[in-house]
């Protein structure tokens, strides 16, 4: 299985990473008609962008639409990528835009209790969860999923905004750095988002002991 | 020992920090083990919310990758034309398939509404306003045979219409033509 690309921070300087230098060159046969050579940012970036969008919307269906959807969409932007971000920080902003965008065709998301609730039935198109529990007692391991129920209701209720921005940096770790990239927000505007988000969660989660 | 306890707001800050840089901890919580304990179970919910999802991803058979791929490159290839919309006949054609309900709904309505112009119609309208002489009139007066002709038309549609739905018809048979 392929594993996860590294981002921009861990790679070293542009002029010698390679991987960059790959993508270059993949861009440059798509844009000269080698509509195939498209598969490589499809194969190298989908489980990653699969997962942010996951965190972002809950619901595994939209998840892989708005994954499609993004991919689709980079593919018809492609001639205007000028390649001044990585290609992953583009998709990334391309794919955030997309939640967003759908967000405000279609409210609400589905809510985190119901994709809880389709795991407990096992009727979810997404195959169940990996659970990490201690395992030391049922009431501990309910008490965890509450909060992880709870933790998913007040991210439903954030501004597709400051969800985008939250689950980059406490979901993805990602600088803020990288945040603002994606975003296309400016570092300070993305410390405003991050701190409202987790105002608006610890109104939620205040009841929480 | 500092007595007060941490606030919902330093809580969320050790948990959530906004900066990149660790905040340094509170010497409350370096000693009160019911902040250590709230801290913890905040904590442990973002991480067991994270490492769920993240065993969602992984958990997907590579299948389903292959299967995404598939279909993005297909879009890819057939120009990535968006999803045609369907013209709006053709999308009320399609609804009304699935849900006759709909179909025998609109044709009620529809003969509501020829009923109500039958009876508000400006002949009507005279006649109600007339309603004295109406009184004074004969029985003969409103004899079926002195109905105007759009009047008989209606008449003679209600009619059709009673017999149709008396005589139990399947609902296609109610679709408009063409449906």
């Known amino acids: 299985m392929p594993t996860d690309p590294p981002t921009d921070e861990s790679r070293p300087a542009r002029e010698a990473d390679p991987l960059r230098e790959k993508e270059l060159e993949q861009i440059r046969r798509v844009r000269a008609g080698e509509v195939d050579a498209f598969e490589y940012f499809v ?3 989908q489980r990653k962008l699969y997962r942010l969008v ?31 971000s990585s290609f992953e920080t583009w998709i990334t902003r391309i794919a955030i835009n997309a939640v967003r965008d759908r967000a ?12 809880a609730a389709a795991e407990d039935e096992g009727s979810s ?16 391991d309910s008490l965890s999923r509450e909060i992880r129920r709870r933790i998913g209701e007040a991210l439903t209720a954030l501004t ?13 770790e990602r600088t803020i750095a990288e945040i603002g990239a994606a975003t296309g927000l400016d570092e300070g505007t993305v410390k405003s988002h991050l701190f409202r988000a987790a105002r608006k969660l610890r109104q939620r989660l205040e009841d929480l002991r | 020992m500092s007595a007060r306890h941490l606030t919902p707001d330093e809580m969320v800050e050790r948990v ?36 769920a999802l993240t065993g969602i991803v992984e958990a997907l058979p590579e299948e389903f990758w292959r299967a995404q791929a598939r279909a993005v490159m297909e879009r890819v290839r057939a120009g990535a034309a968006p999803v045609p919309l369907v013209p709006f006949p053709s999308r ?10 709909l179909a025998v709904g609109s044709l009620a309505a529809a003969l509501v509404l020829v009923a109500a112009l039958s009876i508000l ?48 018809v399947p609902q296609s048979d109610l679709l408009p033509e063409g449906v």
């Open chain 1, 43 to 45: 194969r190298t970036y």
């Open chain 1, 54 to 84: 996951l965190s972002l919307v809950r619901d595994g269906a939209e998840a892989d639409n708005v994954t499609q959807e993004s991919f689709v969409k980079a593919f018809r932007a492609l001639p205007d990528f000028k390649g001044e």
């Open chain 1, 104 to 115: 405000r065709r279609k409210k609400p998301v589905v809510s985190f209790s119901d994709l």
């Open chain 1, 125 to 140: 198109d997404v195959p169940r969860a990996i659970e990490p529990t201690d395992g030391t007692s049922p009431e501990r």
């Open chain 1, 160 to 172: 597709p905004r400051q969800r985008a921005v939250f689950v980059m940096k406490h979901y993805e």
């Open chain 2, 16 to 51: 959530f920090p906004v900066g990149e840089d660790p905040a340094p901890v509170p010497m409350h919580l370096a000693i009160c083990a019911e902040c250590q304990h709230r801290v913890a179970r905040l904590r442990e919910g973002l991480l067991i919310d994270r490492g």
């Open chain 2, 92 to 101: 009320l054609k399609r609804s009304i398939f699935r849900r006759p309900a």
């Open chain 2, 121 to 168: 119609g400006p002949g009507r309208q005279a006649a109600v306003k007339s309603e004295p002489a109406l009184a004074r009139a004969t029985p003969a007066a409103a004899a079926p045979t002195e109905l105007s002709p759009a009047d008989r038309a209606d008449d003679e549609l209600l009619r059709a219409v009673d017999r149709m739905l008396s005589q139990d």
